[in-house]
Structures are given as C-alpha cells and as structure tokens.
C-alpha cells in the first residue's frame, strides 16, 4: 500500500526491497498498490505450480506433496 512505504523504508515505487521467508531470499522492486491492503505483500509467480512453491497438495491437511 503507498501508506506502508516510509514504514518499510522504502523511498519511493521501483526502489528495491528484499523479502526473507523460510525458503529463501528474493529482492524485487517495490509496487505500491492502493487495492492492496495495509502492512500486506503480493509476489506473482507466473507458471508455478503448488508443488513448485512447497505448497501442500491438500491444504485442508496441511501436508507437502
């Protein structure tokens, strides 16, 4: 959200950001988005499957494929 870029440091849209998970490290230009709701992130990865991304099979169980 463009109200979360001086939070985070961020000085203005297209400036890069790193995002840290448990799988991993990306860095990735920033996007504000007003449709996007506060203190959230979206990272789009076209043509993933589940199964790439470590995602459970079914996630009603909560269990990796």
């Given amino acids: 959200h463009p109200n ?18 448990s799988r991993g490290t ?5 996007r504000a988005d007003a449709a996007t709701a506060r203190s959230h992130a979206t990272i789009c990865v ?9 995602l459970p099979e079914d996630s009603s169980k909560g269990e990796h494929g």
Avoid: C, K, N, W
């Avoid at 890069?16 to 998970?21: A, G, Y």
């Avoid at 076209?46 to 470590?54: D, I, K, V």
């Fill in 46 to 54: 076209p043509g993933a499957t589940g199964s790439m991304l470590g």
């Fill in 4 to 21: 979360d870029l001086a939070r985070i440091g961020v000085q203005s849209e297209g400036d890069d950001v790193r995002i840290t998970s």
């Fill in 26 to 30: 990306v860095t990735l230009p920033v």
